[in-house]
């Protein structure tokens, strides 16, 4: 049973209905637990029905969920079919099934980038358009919010290339359809996530994952908690004033370019030096 949250009012989701996408396993799942502790509904999806079907038993009242591939646009109808029949409305969307594989970009296979492109970008935008026609568009006084889940830093990242590719598309289809449906009521938003403590993290070779904490200012890694909130926080009305931008929850290495602390100008204790003050003040 999902418990109550630890900073939100019970009431403060309460009546509305979401789909969160990958809702069955680690970042999906939390946040999940976190809406529903917001008085949400929450119809989670995935493939595998027996992982759904286990966390919609555990996390409780409120949870459920149907199976489909976010990539097959009649899996996507028949989770958001499934949602409306279930609930007669639909609020929010969190597009959090994602992925790609660790790998230098010289050694990226043309079908492995494609995997990438379409698990996270046409997955993306085949749920999006599914759920908009369905309850959105041209619905006077309907509208929501699409949470988009994508990827930071943006100014690199080692061995992730396609990702960063395709979270880039993800984030510029935020920012333009959150301008072509405005009237619409409907609101876009990405999510731009670091490093996060989750068993997800652990299929990355062994010294990705030892110095993912280390690699970034806040030295440490996200917690599936936080990332549940700042979801909470974007479903709950502050997400129209958020529409068309990027948030970004990531140790703050999108504010870096290399490791914390730069091992170019850090002192012998991994100390970045402070300049000596001016002997004399200025003239
Ligand atoms: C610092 C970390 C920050 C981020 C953390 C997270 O996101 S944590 C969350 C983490 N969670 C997730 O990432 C979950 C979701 N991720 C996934 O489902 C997969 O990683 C996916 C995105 C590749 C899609 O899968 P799919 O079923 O559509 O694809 P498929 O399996 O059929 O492969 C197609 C082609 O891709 C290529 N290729 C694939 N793997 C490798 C590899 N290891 N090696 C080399 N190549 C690889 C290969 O070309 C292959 O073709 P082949 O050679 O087989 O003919
Ligand atoms: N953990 C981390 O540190 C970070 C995670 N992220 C992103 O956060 C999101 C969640 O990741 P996380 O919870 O860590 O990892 P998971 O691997 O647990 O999440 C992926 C989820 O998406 C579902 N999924 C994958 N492919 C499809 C598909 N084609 N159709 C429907 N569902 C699918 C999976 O379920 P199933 O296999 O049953 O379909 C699974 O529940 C992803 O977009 C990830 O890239 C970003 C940065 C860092």
Redesign the pocket.
């Known amino acids: 049973m999902a418990g109550p949250s630890e900073i939100f009012r019970p009431d403060l989701l309460a009546g509305r209905v979401a789909i969160v996408t ?1 809702g069955g396993t ?2 999906g799942r939390q946040a999940t637990a976190e809406l529903l502790a917001c008085g949400a509904q929450v119809v989670i999806a995935g493939r595998r029905e027996e992982v759904l079907a286990a966390t919609a038993d555990e996390l409780g009242e409120g949870c459920s969920y149907v199976s489909g591939d976010v ?1 097959e646009r009649a899996d996507a109808d028949r989770i958001v079919g499934g949602a409306l029949d279930r609930h007669g409305r639909l609020d929010v969307l969190v597009n959090n ?7 230098p970009a010289e ?10 492109m ?3 970008v046409e997955g993306t935008m085949t749920m999006t358009h599914a759920v908009a026609e369905a309850a959105w568009l041209g619905r006077p006084g309907a509208g929501g919010t699409v949470i988009n889940v994508t ?1 930071s830093p943006h100014h690199g ?1 080692p061995a ?1 290339a396609h ?1 960063g590719a395709a979270r880039a598309a993800v984030e510029a289809l935020t920012a333009e359809l959150a301008e072509r449906w405005r009237e619409d009521g409907v609101a876009l938003v990405a999510a731009a ?4 403590d ?1 068993e ?2 652990r ?2 070779p062994e010294i ?1 994952v030892r110095q ?1 904490a280390r690699s970034v200012p806040l030295q440490r890694l996200g917690r599936m908690q936080e990332f549940a909130w700042l979801v909470a926080f974007l479903a709950s009305p502050v997400g129209h004033g958020l529409s068309g931008t990027t948030v970004t929850l990531d140790g703050a290495a999108d504010n870096w370019w290399g490791a914390w602390p730069p091992e170019l100008i850090a002192d012998d204790e991994g100390t970045v030096p402070t300049e000596a003050r001016r002997a004399e003040p200025p003239a």
Do not use: E, H, P
């Open positions: 990958g680690n970042l990539r099934a994602g992925g790609q594989y660790f790998v050694a990226i296979a043309a079908k492995g980038w494609r995997a990438v379409r698990l996270n990827v990242m992730m990702t996530i670091g490093r996060f989750t997800s993290l299929k990355y990705v993912a």
